[in-house]
């Protein structure tokens, strides 16, 4: 597991080095942001000179040079709009986000695992039926069309919850519903898949012809296999959640990275843009790597040479 563990994090560095090539190339194919940090009635000399001040005027490979050489010290700029350092903004509002993504993760998890078990063990009954509709139109809905509804109905029409912020569990819990459904609904239809399958496989028809018990046959021996499966496809939701966050906290006015983010795109604040996209590849990159790890302890077969 040592020298693996050690092969994957020597294997993030170019994957990063790619990451931050595509960010800056990209913030670089938007525009010249001086325009938005003068007042309108800026000279053509004041642009110019906040411009080679800022180091705009140079060429692509001088520019990204720089951007690499001050990215290795963990300095992504400063923000025009909040006249601070990017990536410490970055990562005060991180913990908002994790604290939404895991609760999400979560939600799903707890939801999609009995659902999918309950949908295989009966299948064509009037709950696989449920379960299975349930997980298409959950896949269906739009995150933010859910979001509204859902405030609609419990904030505006019930008053039972309150409609934005953060600080309590009631602030969490539609923002974290939101976010969940989709991903439960992916989750379902997989366990159930993988259950189904594995249900007909020649172990489980001699545990049973042992006489176990089908709780047993069902908890014990069908379900840690089908839980590989569902570890990837919960590591690769980890992009679908962060994409999740950026519409969901907006939608919720949850103070966390994806709002962030929406704000700098919309300001063309580039410091806190390219903050914000590589402290997302890291999350992402960390959680495939867990499930890499993860993958050993479900499965002590699995090897990694």
């Known amino acids: 597991m040592g020298p693996f563990l050690l092969k994957r994090l020597a294997q993030m560095i170019p994957v990063l080095f790619i990451i931050s090539f595509v960010i800056f190339a990209l913030v670089y194919i938007a525009g010249n942001p001086v325009a938005l940090m003068l007042p309108d009635d800026a000279s053509q000399e004041e642009i110019d000179q906040l411009t080679a001040s800022l180091g ?3 060429p692509f490979i001088v520019q990204y ?6 990215l290795v010290q963990g300095d992504f700029g400063d923000s025009f709009r909040y006249n601070t350092s990017a990536l410490p903004l970055v990562l005060e509002r991180l913990p908002a986000t994790l604290e939404l993504a895991v609760v999400a ?13 309950w949908s295989a063990t009966k299948q064509n009954s009037p709950l696989d039926l449920i379960a299975a509709g349930g997980a298409v139109l959950g896949k269906a809905m739009p995150n933010f069309w859910l979001g509204i509804m859902l405030i609609l109905l419990f904030s505006v029409t019930l008053g039972w919850l309150p409609v934005s912020g953060r600080g309590t569990f009631a602030h969490l819990l539609l923002p974290a519903i939101t976010l969940a459904t989709g991903i439960a609904a992916e989750m379902t239809r997989l366990l159930r ?6 249900l007909s496989q020649d172990y489980i028809r001699t545990a049973r012809s042992k006489g176990i018990r089908e709780t047993l046959v069902v908890y014990k021996h069908a379900l840690r296999n089908s839980l590989i499966p569902l570890v990837t496809i919960t590591a690769l939701q980890t992009s679908t959640v962060v994409g999740g966050t950026l ?3 907006t939608v919720f006015s949850w103070p966390g990275i994806g709002q962030l983010l929406i704000q700098a795109v919309n300001t063309r604040d580039m410091a806190i843009v390219q903050a914000c996209v590589f402290v997302i590849a890291l999350l992402v990159i960390a959680m495939n790597l867990l499930a890499d790890v993860l993958y050993r302890f479900l499965d002590p077969r699995i090897k990694y040479d």
């Open 65 to 70: 040079g720089n951007y690499l050489l001050h």
């Open 247 to 249: 519409i969901t906290e």
């Open 105 to 117: 993760l979560t939600l799903a998890v707890c939801v999609a695992i009995p659902l999918g078990i």
């Open 56 to 58: 705009l005027d140079r």
């Open 193 to 198: 898949s993988n259950m189904i399958e594995i």
